[in-house]
């Protein structure tokens, strides 16, 4: 781990303490959090996902999503059908070998020598969407469940660092409290039942999208969008969104279908 400046402590330390101070929700914290950190690392774009990690051959269930950063829609679409892909596999499987703690990464090295700028999750989905480089952190909750923050740097950028590393790993392992919070939500144990594209609108119904929002963003029409709902809130035995965002509370009441 690098040794970091004393100015980079400081500005750690005062982020971490206008987090804890901060009078908002838990999302608004959150956010926060991700654009200060972004700014000390000068990241562009980045998301926050917790999501439980399946048996292997399985792709993680996010449960879930916030993200902030982009300059376009289509280019946070491009990084959600990416994240959603069989394009991601060689990142998931190379952190899994990192062991169950705590870690903090650069793509380029977790995965094979050279692979980073050749792979499909870059040649087909971040490239196009303007994004070169890409710093993970994956802070562990027990149960096979993960928080994974992700920032992203532009293309033209350089690389991230090991100082940027290094000031990633120090703030994500000092949030412990703000990893879990919202984390005991009941319907989480459900959503790997659901199909990828199931799992998208999912994403966007707890984002608060509207039907012709949601079929905008993932280029379907609103009667797709529609049928996929029905078989959401099928899956988890509710009536309607209101009912499904219940679920999705900490402390709330899982009904859930399990046919």
């Not at 774009?45 to 917790?50: A, E, L, R």
């Given at each position: 781990m690098e040794f970091l400046p004393v100015q980079d402590v400081r500005d750690i330390v005062r982020l971490l303490g206008e987090v804890a101070v901060l009078e908002t929700d838990l999302p608004g914290k959150r956010r926060f959090l991700m654009n200060g950190l972004a700014k000390l690392i000068r990241a562009d774009?980045?998301?926050?996902?917790?999501f439980k990690d399946q048996a292997e051959g399985k792709?993680?269930?996010?449960f879930m999503f916030i993200d902030g950063g982009w300059k376009s829609e289509f280019q946070r679409m491009q990084v959600a059908a990416g994240t959603n892909?069989?394009?991601?596999?060689?990142i998931n499987e190379s952190w899994r070998k990192l062991g169950t703690g705590h870690f903090t990464y650069r793509a380029a090295e977790i995965l094979p020598?050279?692979?980073?700028?050749?792979?499909?999750?870059?040649?087909?989905?971040l490239k196009p969407a303007g994004i070169a480089d890409l710093l993970g952190s994956n802070y562990p909750l027990g149960n096979n469940i993960y928080s994974s923050m992700v920032?992203?740097?532009s293309l033209g950028c350089p690389p991230f660092t090991p100082r940027d590393v290094c000031i990633a790993h120090v703030v994500t392992d000092e949030i412990d409290w703000l990893h879990r919070q919202g984390t005991?939500?009941?319907?989480?144990?459900?959503?790997?039942?659901?199909?990828?594209?199931?799992?998208?609108?999912?994403?966007q119904l707890l984002?608060?999208?509207?039907?012709?929002?949601?079929?905008?963003?993932?280029?379907?029409?609103n009667y797709t969008v529609n049928d996929h709902m029905k078989q959401i809130y099928h899956?988890?035995?509710v009536s309607g969104r209101g009912e499904l965002l219940a679920q999705f509370l900490a402390g709330g009441t899982a009904v859930g279908n399990q046919g």
């Open positions: 774009f980045w998301y926050w996902v917790h792709e993680p269930s996010m892909s069989s394009a991601v596999k060689p020598e050279n692979f980073w700028d050749s792979c499909d999750l870059v040649q087909q989905y920032f992203m740097r005991d939500v009941p319907a989480a144990e459900h959503v790997n039942k659901l199909t990828t594209r199931q799992r998208q609108v999912l994403l984002s608060g999208d509207s039907v012709k929002q949601i079929g905008k963003k993932l280029s379907l029409s899956r988890f035995g």
